[in-house]
T-cell receptor, first 118, second 115 residues
Framework: AQKVTQAQTEISVVEKEDVTLDCVYE???????LFWYKQPPSGELVFLIR??????QNEISGRYSWNFQKSTSSFNFTITASQVVDSAVYFC???????????????FGKGTHLIIQP | DTEVTQTPKHLVMGMTNKKSLKCEQH?????MYWYKQKAKKPPELMFV???????INESVPSRFSPECPNSSLLNLHLHALQPEDSALYLC??????????????FGPGTRLTVL
């Protein structure tokens, strides 16, 4: 069975602080993909990053960085120098178990509600 | 352009009404998805269309009826819904590379209220 755990339900920090959102996953697949999405109050899920299971290099995109560690089945997301506009719910997701077709849904974690206070 | 559009943005309907949600993408994607998201919960997969054919139905009640008229459009027909069906309905699309990990791009969703 597949599972994504985001243990932090809500995090509140003051603007300009760094913050890390944790994601731990479980899968029996040897090839899989991990994702992070941002959901602001408007509701749209905004794609942030996709990482495959063979690429453990950390990635940095501006103030965002991701740390993928297969040894601990974790794919953590850090925002440096947080801003009020970063306030949103962030979801970590795992690609679907193979069911014979070419496309499948994502397995989402429960999400972390990030509040950045001015 | 990674835009998926959904109409309407908001919908209020009675339990005896029939309505439809629409989704459109022009990215050339051949997979389209419907997800349901209740408040403070993650999205839950409802249906997957691959090359305009229904490939996954996650045991969704028959009062929800999906339709994929062509590769750019996806509809969700609603009939005899219950108040507990009130939720945000999200549409997504992706390529179909066979890798199962294609990035899904989501629309802004339709907020449905069933009275």
């Amino acid at each position: 069975a597949q599972k994504v755990t985001q243990a932090q339900t809500e995090i509140s920090v003051v603007e300009k602080e760094d913050v890390t959102l944790d994601c731990v996953y479980e899968t029996r697949d040897t090839t899989y993909y991990l994702f992070w999405y941002k959901q602001p109050p408007s509701g749209e899920l905004v794609f942030l990053i996709r990482r495959n299971s063979f690429d453990e290099q950390n990635e940095i995109s501006g103030r965002y960085s991701w740390n993928f560690q297969k040894s601990t089945s974790s794919f953590n997301f850090t925002i440096t120098a947080s801003q009020v506009v970063d306030s949103a719910v962030y979801f970590c997701a795992l690609s679907g178990v193979y069911r014979g077709g070419g496309a499948d849904g994502l397995t989402f974690g429960k999400g972390t509600h990030l509040i950045i206070q001015p | 352009d990674t835009e998926v559009t959904q109409t309407p943005k908001h919908l209020v309907m009675g339990m005896t009404n029939k309505k439809s949600l629409k989704c459109e993408q022009h990215m050339g994607h051949r997979a389209m998805y419907w997800y349901k998201q209740k408040a403070k919960k993650p999205p839950e997969l409802m249906f997957v269309y691959s090359y305009e054919k229904l490939s996954i139905n996650e045991s969704v009640p028959s009062r929800f009826s999906p339709e994929c008229p062509n590769s750019s459009l996806l509809n969700l027909h609603l009939h005899a819904l219950q108040p507990e069906d009130s939720a945000l309905y999200l549409c997504a699309s992706s390529q179909v590379s066979g890798l199962r990990g294609d990035t899904q791009y989501f629309g802004p969703g339709t907020r449905l209220t069933v009275l």
